[in-house]
């Protein structure tokens, strides 16, 4: 069943995510050649205590992490460990946190230091398609219509779109109804209506969108081996448009 979200519980969610979205942005400018994965889950800790806020994701069905971190090939859900990043990776860093009982859910994936043409239009696409998806979050349109959005702006580009995982509602839990699949029929799902609130994530892959899981039953990876990137914005259905609940707070 969706959960439809006040405007008070909708000014708490965005609150969660603009917490969210600074951590994420801290996180990722310390993306760096030689730093490991569990560096930058330290850094993402420390600032949790700095804003009293908790990890989503810690705990959570069992998951070791505090942030998600997943590199090249990987995915999603990749545990951050003692692996340093090289030159030319591409890293994915996914936030959630709690804060006073509202989530705040978001993903980015970054080039460490200079990447090669294939990665670079990877990353282009990936942020094009998580855009042209926000674009189609209005009230009236279907849910569906979100999805082929990613869907064709990653088809486009010659490269694929993930079917294994999904985005999500989200609200007081991490993971609400509806699914928000990557790909679909426009014109189907459930209809977007005022007080939905949405995680969308493109998974775009290099080549095949076929998966596998590691043996440490998390970290989703490609079954090409080649490099996948995430990014991810949580997004309220208003009455006249959409609200993204995941940016940084502007500064005066």
């Known amino acids: 069943m969706i959960i439809y979200k006040s405007e008070r519980e909708i000014a708490k969610l965005a609150e969660a995510g603009g917490i969210a ?5 801290a996180v990722c400018a310390r993306v760096a050649p030689g730093v490991t994965t569990a560096a930058l889950e330290r850094e993402a800790r420390r600032l949790m205590d700095e804003h009293g806020v908790v990890s989503a994701f810690k705990g959570y069905r069992g998951y070791p992490g505090f942030i998600c971190v997943s590199v090249n090939e990987e995915i999603v859900h990749g545990i951050p460990g003692p692996r340093q990043l090289v030159e030319g990776d591409v890293v994915s860093v996914d936030v959630g946190i709690r804060h006073e009982g509202f989530i705040g859910d978001t993903a980015r994936t970054v080039p460490v230091g200079e990447v090669d043409e294939l990665k670079r239009r990877l990353l282009d696409v990936g942020r094009r398609c998580l855009e042209a998806a926000i674009v189609q979050v209005v009230p009236g349109h279907r849910l569906h219509d979100v999805s082929h959005a990613v869907q064709a702006t990653a088809e486009a580009a010659g490269f694929s779109v993930v079917r294994d995982f999904v985005g999500h509602g989200v609200g007081r839990d991490l993971h609400e109804e509806p699914k928000v699949p990557n790909y679909g029929r426009p014109g189907t799902g459930p209809l977007l209506g005022r007080g939905m609130v949405i995680a969308i994530e493109p ?4 080549g095949t969108h076929e998966t ?4 440490d039953n998390w970290t989703a990876v490609t079954a090409d081996g080649r490099p996948s990137v995430h990014f991810e914005h949580t997004v309220a259905v208003t009455r006249d448009g959409r609200e993204v609940l995941t940016e940084c707070p502007k500064t005066t």
């Open 203 to 206: 998974m775009v892959n290099a």
């Open 21 to 25: 979205a600074q951590i994420l942005d």
């Open 212 to 215: 596998r899981v590691l043996e």
